[in-house]
């Protein structure tokens, strides 16, 4: 079945320790974000990529980086994580287009900081 | 800027009953459309339901429905014959119908949803 995959499912890490987030999917979408989920709130969009376009959201601290190497993978790297940036990482992704395109998401990352 | 608001954390259903998800939200803009999605426990959030503004009839999918009143900036969900399988995070979206190539969603909080056996 087509899908968006996320590994890994959960990750713990150090105070300031880099960490790599990984999304692959095989619906062919070019689009593909990445939503920052914490506890009691709503998902936030931290960025996304039409194509090889890299869309950073204004409010995105530099902390956050991505790659896009191809149209199947994106990543998410956490240069220093802090105690703040444990949540639930998710990715979507869709096809470009005007209209009520629906987002398929992936079942998430959830990061804690150590 | 647009918001979305979901005013109720946690609800309870019992199985079997109807259970109503409020949402509401704050655009000035006239064209755009609005979704709930639900993500259950530890699994992916899928669609549930999507309405475009400029339908005035309520979008339904077999047990789901909504009730779009567009002047009010509110946007419902009702779960009919509610089962065991609903108990989920319901999260209500806003996509603005300008937003150029790419789909940006503007989500709620979500609302817990609980259905007693």
């Known amino acids: 079945d087509a899908m968006v995959i996320q590994n890994p499912r959960y990750q713990v890490t150090q105070f300031g320790k880099p960490v790599t987030l990984s999304c692959s999917q095989t619906?062919?979408?070019?689009?593909m974000y990445w939503y920052q989920q914490k506890s009691s709130q709503a998902p936030k969009l931290l960025f996304h990529y039409y194509d090889k376009d890299f869309n950073n959201e204004a409010d995105t601290p530099d902390n956050f980086q991505s790659r896009r190497p191809n149209t199947s993978f994106c990543f998410l790297d956490i240069r220093s994580p802090g105690l703040g940036d444990a949540a639930m990482y998710l990715c979507a992704t869709s096809r470009a287009g005007s209209g009520a395109n629906v987002l398929t998401f992936g079942a998430g990352s959830r990061l804690t900081v150590l | 800027a647009q918001t979305v608001t979901q005013s109720q954390p946690e609800m309870s259903v019992q199985e079997a009953e109807t259970v109503t998800l409020s949402c509401t939200y704050d655009?000035?803009?006239?064209?755009?459309?609005l979704f709930w999605y639900k993500q259950p426990p530890s699994r992916q959030m899928i669609l549930v339901i999507r309405?475009?503004?400029?339908?005035?009839q309520n979008a339904t999918e077999n047990r789901f429905s909504v009730n779009f009143q567009k002047a009010a900036k509110s946007f419902s969900l009702k779960i009919s014959d509610s089962q065991l399988g609903d108990a989920a995070m319901y999260f209500c979206a806003y996509r603005s119908a300008t937003g150029g190539a790419t789909n940006k969603l503007i989500f709620g909080t979500g609302t817990l949803l609980a259905v007693q056996p």
């Open positions: 655009t000035s803009e006239s064209d755009y459309y």
């Open positions: 309405q475009e503004a400029y339908k005035q």
């Open positions: 619906l062919n979408h070019n689009v």
